[in-house]
């Protein structure tokens, strides 16, 4: 229960929880694609500690969300809008806004994007603005490797006079508004059948100290991992099994399973556990080559919040050719 280390309402929560084809000529390079992948996990989970974001399953549809170096990955211009309702009907439950896009740039090997969040349970109120770089390496065999870094900053406000509380509690003596900047690096190794993610979307720990020298933690580094395999089953039907890991330091790994059913790369269904609490149904469907909409729902269990809460997450999304090397023939699986 990351998500309430400091709630700060009704129910004392915490601060802000937190396919292409290969258009492009291969890298000549030997350097093996999974010596840099090693390496680049490396490099990310020893600066990984803990962290608290706001809880998606968008990622399913949208991995820009989660890892920088999704950044111009589908060779096109792609824009997101996401609305998420986690809990409907508490008093003060966690909402979820943003709008992400991200763009491929020099011939499809590089990309950069934008994202802009806000996240709000009880009385806090973080936003975020992020500004995303992606570097895409092909290889003879058909995969890639992509890189991303991200930097932005982060508002996170909380206003104590919004609340009914013990006047005499230090913590609530003050509001607090802070802004802090935010720096995020992720890697991605990909070809037709498999996907690999790996991120911390913040490297940093965000704290800040009331008028009465309390501290307070806003929010702290948290790791990412997604992995999926394509099965083609057919002509029409693909099969898409999905798993995905949050780690937060002092607190047990949080684990999404999953599969998606794919037909004639326009319909999509599947089903989701996350850590055996939550179930979920997800859809998705691509109006043509441009457009696509979809929909998450979520049922807590007794190990959650019971099954009064329910959550709701619907996103939209375009693509389009800006670019002469933009290419919309091609549906991207992952």
Not at 171 to 177: G, L
Not at 184 to 189: F, K, P, Q
Not at 248 to 261: C, E, R, W
Request: with cysteine; proline share 4%; hydrophobic share 40%.
């Amino acid at each position: 229960m990351k998500r309430f280390k400091y709630i700060l309402g009704a129910f004392r929560s915490g601060p802000s929880h937190k396919a292409d084809d290969r258009g492009c000529q291969p890298c000549r390079t030997t350097i093996k694609p999974f010596k840099i992948l090693a390496l680049l996990m490396f490099i990310i989970l020893k600066t990984t500690q803990a962290q608290q974001d706001p809880l998606y399953s968008q990622y399913i549809f949208n991995p820009f969300i989660i890892n920088p170096a999704y950044a111009g990955f589908s060779k096109d211009l792609t824009g997101l809008a996401a609305y998420r309702v986690q809990w409907a009907g508490m008093d003060g439950s966690p909402v979820t806004m943003n709008a992400s896009g991200h763009m491929a740039l020099a011939d499809n090997r590089m990309g950069v994007g934008l994202t802009i969040l806000q996240d709000k349970i009880g009385t806090n109120k973080t936003t975020e603005f992020l500004i995303s770089y992606g570097y895409h390496i092909s290889f003879r065999n058909d995969s890639r490797v992509s890189f991303g870094l991200q930097a932005g900053a982060i508002n996170y406000r909380n206003d104590f006079n919004d609340l009914t509380i013990d006047k005499n509690d230090p913590k609530f003596q003050s509001s607090i508004s802070e802004f802090s900047p935010s720096f995020g690096a992720g890697i991605i190794y990909s070809s037709d059948k498999f996907y690999l993610s790996v991120s911390v979307p913040k490297m940093l720990d965000g704290k800040t100290t009331t008028d009465d020298n309390i501290d307070v933690v806003l929010y702290s580094q948290q790791f990412y991992g997604m992995g999926s395999y394509l099965f083609t089953l057919s002509h029409r039907l693909k099969l898409k099994p999905f798993i995905m890991a949050r780690y937060t330091a002092g607190a047990p790994v949080n684990t999404d399973f999953g599969v998606a059913l794919n037909a004639d790369d326009s319909y999509t269904l599947g089903l989701f556990t996350r850590s055996l609490h939550t179930y979920g149904a997800m859809m998705k469907i691509n109006l043509g080559d441009m457009l696509r909409v979809g929909y998450i729902f979520e049922l807590p269990t007794d190990k959650s919040v019971g099954l009064n809460y329910t959550a709701h997450e619907i996103t939209v999304g375009i693509r389009t050719r800006l670019l002469r090397f933009h290419d919309l023939s091609t549906i991207s699986d992952f």
